[in-house]
């Protein structure tokens, strides 16, 4: 049976970490539960506390998504974990989660040309927030796949992805020792997407199991385009272009920026592509 370890990161999310915790509480004889939080401000911590089972991890401050998580990874690989589980704290998961990942995610798991599964996550409104990512070959920018959209099934076998999003994901150990941690020079957004990246060119799989789903509460941290979000998105974009994309992609993009620029909706953007080219990474805010 592998060990796995949930690792949820936290940073002022006392709406949510309740009920995910709760909705853990039944599984906890079987994953080892490590909650990081990144020096909240809220109520986060207390309501944390309150769940024995929970191994509470504090940051000094808030290290962004990626070195965040990268404490609590480092945390379960020293303890001997064989999965790691990254779980958002604004999502929630459904009582048959436990059956579901013996029967089928363990499954897959311990095929060993498969590095990274993740669940079907819906929105709360019952449509699909993600089954995989992929990446668009004209811009080079990130996408998740049936966002939005009703599921009649006919994303349950999704092939070729690109990316599985942090939001709910399984890492098999032997990706960490192969690949490395998460990027922290991101700090929030696309450090998922370069990750997977990474794991496809050592050669490890990606696969959504459709047996397992969960909901997620999109943001709640960050707020659903707040300026934060559409900073990161700008910056960052243009940092995983620089690492991945094809030569030819890169020139287009570069040459397209005054038109990148004059479409921002916001000048967080415009702040973000700055940033960008004075090499301004990790933490903005």
């Known amino acids: 049976m592998l060990r796995v370890f949930i690792v949820i990161l936290t940073f002022n999310n006392e709406r949510t970490i309740e009920a995910l915790l709760t909705s853990i509480s039944p599984f906890k004889t079987r994953f080892n539960v490590v909650v990081v939080d990144n020096k909240s401000r809220d109520k986060t911590l207390p309501k944390v506390e309150k769940y024995s089972f929970v191994k509470l991890l504090k940051n000094k401050k808030n290290l962004g998504f990626s070195a965040g998580n990268n404490i609590g990874i480092k945390y379960a690989l020293k303890k001997g974990a064989d999965v790691v589980f990254l779980l958002n704290p604004d999502t929630t998961l459904p009582k048959n989660f436990l059956k579901n990942f013996t029967e089928s995610t363990e499954l897959l798991l311990e095929n060993s040309s498969v590095g990274i599964v993740g669940p079907k996550i819906y929105s709360e409104d019952g ?5 995989g990512g992929k990446i668009d070959n004209k811009r080079y920018s990130a996408y998740l ?21 942090a939001t709910a994901v399984f ?27 990474r794991a496809l060119e050592a050669n490890f799989k990606l696969v959504i199991d459709p047996n397992i789903s969960l909901v997620h509460n999109a943001s709640s941290s960050v707020g659903k385009n707040s300026k934060l979000m559409q900073y990161y998105m700008a910056r960052n974009h243009l940092l995983f272009l620089e690492r991945f994309a094809p030569l030819k992609i890169k020139i287009r993009e570069f040459i397209r ?4 620029i004059y479409q921002a909706k916001d000048r967080a953007e415009v702040l973000g592509i700055r940033d960008y080219f004075l090499r301004r990474f990790y933490k903005k805010c």
């Open 257 to 260: 920026l005054p038109k990148t």
């Open 145 to 165: 796949i049936g966002y939005g959209k009703e599921d009649v099934g006919q994303h349950n076998f999704e092939l070729d992805l690109d990316f599985i999003s």
């Open 171 to 197: 890492i098999k150990k032997e990706v960490f020792d192969r690949i490395g941690l998460l990027k922290e020079d991101y700090f929030l957004y696309y450090e998922d997407v370069d990750f997977c990246q």
């Open 127 to 131: 449509k699909i927030w993600s089954v």
